[in-house]
């Protein structure tokens, strides 16, 4: 019976229930049980369904993967220590460097087998960034006042040290220039004058002036005798004359005389002391004259590149006026690189270490540098310090403010050959570390080491003693090499 007949079936006697009265009910009871287990032998069962096979199927699936991961659990160790041939000779012929090895893992499962080529330890241990500095700027300004003439120099030229930078106009200071020298002249002269003493000539010159002045004295006593003698017959005013007369002769022999002592005697000393000092007063003169003259002319007082130019053609400048610049010139040869060191690592920073210096702007340009000196405070606020970098092969390619990066290197001996591996490679406990090395035959030697620090960013730890540079090392983890133990290549 179809599923369409069985739904008119069940309705037929409910239309009937209607005709029939109470006898009805017992009836549809009974019939509409012989629909449902009708309706129940008509589904399908989930064997109907889907068939015998598809059942098969899926038991013989989940048998698949029980045997699988049996075997795997079985034969664990053999299938590492052979799963990974074929790395470990292209590892062995690559010579992975422990950079490389250490990227190559991201993708790698656990207990893989590589090999790395042992490589010397990394000399930047640390870096940090700062800015180029020039240690000394020169701040050109003007010594004397005076009206700019000429400026023959330009921003960004490279100048020498005494090129000429400004000139002032100075015929003021050349005039000044020449007074102060025959002012000196002068002063000299009168003092070797004195020091050379009073010439016979000019003695001799005193005496007969005293002669003269004694012969005048005479004449005038005898003019006043005779005039007091004729008192009587001639006029007073005659007298008085005469008398005034002999007086002037008095007078004049003294000075003469004193004059001729002064000559016999010679200079005095006070008098060679006052002709010194004027020589002195006209030698400071001329000192000044001569610098007002000389820096008239503003020359370069170091070689350098001019940084920056600050005057013009016609410009009055004042001279010794406090924050005038006319130029600023710097050596870009010597340069510095100012970088900032975090607290915790002040310990690893020492005033002479050597450093590699790069820039943002030429990238692929190394310089080299040593630590200059470290600052003197801490920055509480940023926990930092100033460490100054001279750069000792600055060029011109390096400028002023441009932002770099500075790597601390260790100061390394020649006889240091302490190497790098991965840490994964170390087996062992502490005191009884070992590794295991892959010799000239594809086979595992057992190996070992001293271990140094461990290098927390990249993984790596030191060994100190027990391999060389450019040994292979095995890495394989958890798994241990029989000594001698042959690692058999891809061909094998």
């Known amino acids: 019976m179809s599923r369409t007949s069985a739904r008119v079936a069940t309705a037929a006697p409910k239309r009937q229930d209607h005709a029939d009265g109470g006898n009805g009910a017992v009836r549809d009871e009974v019939e ?72 190559s893992l991201g993708g790698e499962a656990p207990g893989q087998i590589v090999t790395m080529r042992v490589e010397p330890r990394d000399r930047q241990f640390l870096s940090t960034t700062g800015f180029i500095k020039v240690p000394n700027l020169i701040h050109l300004s003007a010594e004397v006042p005076g009206t700019v003439v000429e400026v023959p120099i330009e921003e960004g030229m490279v100048v020498q040290m005494g090129d000429m930078c400004i000139r002032l106009e100075d015929a003021r200071y050349k005039a000044e220039l020449d007074q102060a020298k025959a002012a000196l002249d002068g002063s000299l002269a009168r003092l070797n004058e004195l020091k050379a003493g009073t010439p016979a000539a000019e003695i001799n010159q005193g005496r007969a002036k005293l002669d003269a002045a004694r012969s005048q004295r005479e004449s005038a006593e005898k003019t006043l005798d005779r005039e007091t003698r004729l008192i009587g017959t001639n006029a007073k005013a005659q007298h008085e004359r005469a008398q005034a007369s002999l007086e002037q002769a008095i007078a004049n022999e003294r000075l003469a005389a004193h004059a001729l002592e002064s000559l016999e005697q010679g200079t005095r000393p006070e008098q060679i002391e006052v002709g010194e000092a004027e020589v002195r007063r006209t030698e400071a003169a001329l000192v000044q004259a001569t610098y007002n003259y000389e820096h008239a002319k503003i020359l370069a007082p170091q070689a350098g590149t001019i940084l920056e130019r600050n005057v013009e053609l016609g410009q009055f400048v004042r001279g010794g006026a406090p924050g005038e610049s006319l130029f600023v010139i710097a050596d870009l040869t010597q340069l510095t690189a100012v970088v900032a060191v975090s607290e915790r690592d002040l310990s690893l920073v020492k005033t002479g270490q050597t450093c590699e210096i790069t820039t943002e702007a030429y990238p692929d340009r190394l310089f080299h540098g040593e630590v200059d000196r ?71 030697r057992k190996r070992l080491v001293q271990v140094g620090n461990s290098i927390e960013n990249d993984g790596t730890v030191e060994v100190t003693e027990g391999l060389s540079e450019g040994e292979l090392v095995i890495i394989a983890d958890g798994v241990e090499f029989e000594e001698g133990q042959e690692v058999p290549t891809v061909s094998d």
Request: with cysteine.
């Open 32 to 103: 509409s049980r012989d629909v449902s287990d009708e309706l129940r032998s008509l589904q399908l069962s989930n064997r109907e369904r889907w068939g015998p096979s598809r059942s098969w199927i899926r038991r013989a699936f989940i048998l698949i993967i029980l045997a699988g991961l049996a075997a795997v659990i079985l034969h664990d160790k053999g299938q590492r220590a052979s799963a990974f041939l074929a790395q470990i000779t292209q590892n062995t012929k690559a010579g992975a460097t422990v950079k490389e090895f250490l990227t």
């Open 374 to 444: 470290l600052g003197a405070v801490v920055n509480r606020q940023r926990g930092i310090m100033e460490v100054i970098v001279k750069i000792l092969d600055a060029d011109a390619t390096l400028l002023p403010d441009m932002n770099c990066s500075v790597s601390f290197l260790r100061n390394v001996d020649a006889e240091d050959e302490t190497v790098i591996v991965p840490r994964r490679s170390l087996a062992g406990t502490e005191g009884d570390f070992h590794v295991f090395v892959l010799d000239e035959n594809k086979r595992a």
